[in-house]
């Protein structure tokens, strides 16, 4: 009996080592409010933006709908533009390293399915960093994510950019990451869930993630 409470003892800290251990090889979330339970506020370091050139709507807070914490961003698209960016979200703020991989992941629903683009750029002069990737949103929360290399080291002028242009739906946001690495899962949530390619294939689970590690 001492023998199999031993055996099993070791395996689980083995076990727990060993996802521990690839956990922290990722990099770090870089977004401070990606669960929104602060205040959006446009005007102090790291933010959130919302941007509608011809488009009409606005960025706030949701008590209601959310998968962390008590609340999600909702994003109410009043009016479309001309272009896919009008109108758009971004998270501004960020730092990379040439040559790197970087995922932006986050939970999103919208009030009808729908199209968006995810792009990573600079700032300043907006030099993109790869190509863009079109997500299609579902009614449910899932999570999606988009992953790219890095062509230039910058520190904190880097944006993250949800374009709505494409259809006229509002969208919830919840739990945005952004991190060195390919996708992985946010150990904090609560139940496991999915992550879904730009493709629109689904590209990683809970057990394949393991499996990877």
């Known amino acids: 009996m001492t023998k199999r409470v031993l055996i099993f003892l070791s395996l689980f800290f083995m076990a727990s080592y060993s996802v521990l251990s690839v956990h922290a090889q990722v990099g770090k979330n870089q977004i401070i409010n990606g669960d929104f339970e602060n205040p959006l ?6 933010r959130w933006e919302f941007c509608c050139g011809l488009a009409q709507g606005k960025m706030d807070i949701d008590k209601k709908e959310f998968v962390k914490g008590k609340q999600s961003m909702l994003v109410t698209v009043s009016a479309i533009g001309a272009v896919a960016w009008e109108p758009h979200v971004k998270i501004i703020g960020l730092s990379v390293e040439k040559g790197k991989k970087y995922t932006y992941s986050a939970f999103m629903k919208a009030e009808k399915q729908r199209s968006i683009v995810i ?3 600079r700032c300043a002069a907006e030099i993109f960093f790869g190509n863009s990737g079109v997500i299609q949103i579902s009614t449910e929360w899932k999570e999606y994510s988009w992953t790219v ?4 080291t910058n520190d904190g002028d880097v944006m993250v950019l949800t ?3 494409v259809d006229k739906a509002n969208t ?3 739990n945005a990451r952004f991190y060195e690495g390919e996708y992985t ?3 904090e949530m609560n139940a496991v869930q999915k992550a879904v390619s730009p493709s629109g294939k689904v590209a990683l689970t809970w057990a394949s993630i393991k499996k990877a590690w």
């Open 185 to 187: 899962a946010d150990l």
């Open 172 to 174: 919830w946001i919840d």
């Open 163 to 165: 374009q709505l242009g």
């Open 119 to 121: 792009d990573t750029r």
């Open 149 to 152: 290399t890095a062509t230039e």
């Open 41 to 46: 506020d446009p005007e102090k370091g790291q």
